[in-house]
């Protein structure tokens, strides 16, 4: 081990540190609103469990005028941030249309603590139907606190995980939410997510030929290197990685193959998104260097990007351990960065949404299948995340919200090309009243993100979509006027 030195994994499951929402970027030098909490049932389903906990939310009322809309952020797997409650485009709509707005931080994530610690017998108590009720009863009490008319209209924002939520919120209780803007949402739970690094593989393909054939060899290479031992110190070397491979440990090379991907896959998920903490690194970037010759060969490229990565994120070395990697998911104790086991748990009883390498062998071979991750949810939570439990959950998911059959009126469904979540999303209209906006070349989220001048005009289109889709669910208008407009 390099000295000791505690690294974290850069991008896992499609989720980077702290969550698939990253934080808006170019912060303005405005105040932030303070935390404000909000007394919550533990268990919504259960109506003689009487217990409480305090759930965190803030609000700017700076746009509001009596009788406007309320503008509702949905929180997800990482800590809500307050600077959305000052930048990004919601809070230009909401100056638009006068809005309140709020942001509810998700139960078990951030500060919004409902149990004593992380244990598996609490973590009973995550799941996105809670996280649905608690948004409805938060609904109810902000619409007592502010005496609001009974004819509020709320408007709920969300994006990624919460961009299902948000999609779900409104079909499940339409009648405290009005409409909703659901971005990049992954609307079908699955197991086996092996479209997602076609997906990125897509993406390479798309800057230069030759950057995804150096992909294919340098995996070549690191294969062939693996198998003799000068070979494996110099993968060691190359990777900077934090503890020697032992390639007898199969689930230390699958993990080290799939962090490697891994690079790949969060640099093209939030590619060029203008979001805080991105360092300029974009899929041109992971190209010009794979495809630079000057720099060696393939795998040394390979390695090229993974050093820039490391030195972006300040980590001095890869941690691909697959046995660390359990103990710190591990851990039940509230920590900094806790939202790794919470969204890890729910992946492993509602979504699955296992990003494996069962379409893309010929880039990675098929190191991390379907099985090396649900042998992960066992290995952390127990027997209660067998593979026949993971399965139905999955299942029950799919049945309590419709997967891609989502026929709810006033719901904006927005995803990029880039983004290899849009897999799993509704990207084409279903029905006139609630329109998809599938944007090309554009990346997680990233209509939600405050503008840039280097904004692709397709995305500056779809942002413009969105608030006039806004505008008519607010006036009341015939909702197929707008829907030509936007499709």
Known sequence: MLNGYEARRLFHKGRGHGGMLGVPNHMLDLSLPPDEWFDQQLDHFNPTDMRTWKQRYFTNASFHVPGGPVFLMIGGEGTASPKWMVQGQWINYAQKYKALCFQLEHRFYGKSHPTSDLS????????????????????????????????????????????????????????????????????????????YFEVVRDDLLLYKTSC??????????????????IGQRTINKLFYLCDPIDVKNKNDVSNLYESLAGNLAGVAQYNKDNREGTHNITLDTVCDVMSNQSIGTPVHRFAAVNNILLQASDEKCLDYKYDKMIKELQNTDWT????????????????????????????????????????QCSDIFGSSSSNQHQMQGIERTNTLYGALQQYATRIVYVHGSVDPWHALGITKTLISQSPAIYING??????????????LPQLVEAREKISNLIGVWLTEKELTKITKNVE
């Open 212 to 229: 995804i054939d150096a992909v294919k060899e340098a995996n070549k290479q690191i294969h062939l290197l693996l198998k003799h031992p």
């Open 442 to 455: 554009t990346a997680h989220c990233a209509n939600m993100y405050p503008s840039s001048p280097n904004d």
């Open 120 to 195: 598996t017998k609490n973590l009973v108590y995550l799941s996105s139907e809670q996280a649905l009720a608690d948004l409805a009863y938060f609904i109810r009490g902000m619409t007592e606190k502010y005496r609001l008319p009974a004819d509020t209209k709320w408007i709920a924002f969300g994006g990624s995980y919460p961009g299902s939520l948000a999609a779900w919120l409104r079909a499940k209780y339409p009648y405290l939410v009005h409409g909703s803007m659901s971005a990049s949402g992954p609307l079908l739970a699955i197991a086996d997510f092996k479209e």
């Open 336 to 375: 900094p960065e806790e939202g790794a086991r919470a969204w890890t748990y729910q992946t492993c009883t509602e979504f699955g949404f296992y990003q494996t390498s069962a379409l893309t062998t010929d880039m990675f071979g098929n190191e991390f299948p379907v099985n090396f991750f649900i042998q």
